[in-house]
Nanobody, 123 residues
Framework: QVQLVESGGGSVQTGGSLRLSCAAS????????WGWFRQVPGKEREGVAV???????SYADPAKGRFTISKDNAKNTLYLQMNSLKPEDTGMYYC?????????????????WGQGTQVTVSS
């Protein structure tokens, strides 16, 4: 069983930065796919970025050029560096992990989820 714990959320103004962290309970995720998803109340949860065990990454269009997903295998930790934040980035951010045949921003590929960390960006 894998447990995930997010941290690093908060409130910032437009143009600010935040770094989210997601700590996993073991080094199992060296063999897995990691992802960040976000959700605004009343809207469907959407993928933000994913990273595979070989460090290949994929980003949703709104995140490209502003967000960076990375991981530290020694610390069993996933990160999301968010720069140049915009109000539309506001939402609850969730880290997720799974063991799919390939790594992609498909929610069903991720059986393990954190509780979420709130990000609020004001104009």
């Amino acid at each position: 069983q894998v447990q995930l714990v997010e941290s690093g959320g908060g409130s910032v103004q437009t143009g600010g930065s935040l770094r989210l962290s997601c700590a996993a309970s073991s080094d199992t995720y060296r063999r897995s796919c990691w992802g960040w998803f976000r959700q605004v109340p009343g809207k469907e949860r959407e993928g933000v970025a994913v990273i595979a065990r070989d460090d290949r990454t994929s980003y949703a269009d709104p995140a490209k050029g502003r967000f960076t997903i990375s991981k530290d295998n020694a610390k069993n930790t996933l990160y999301l560096q968010m720069n140049s934040l915009k109000p539309e980035d506001t939402g609850m951010y969730y880290c997720a992990a799974g063991f799919p045949s390939w790594c992609a921003m498909v929610e069903g590929y991720f059986p393990y989820w954190g509780q979420g960390t709130q990000v609020t960006v004001s104009s």
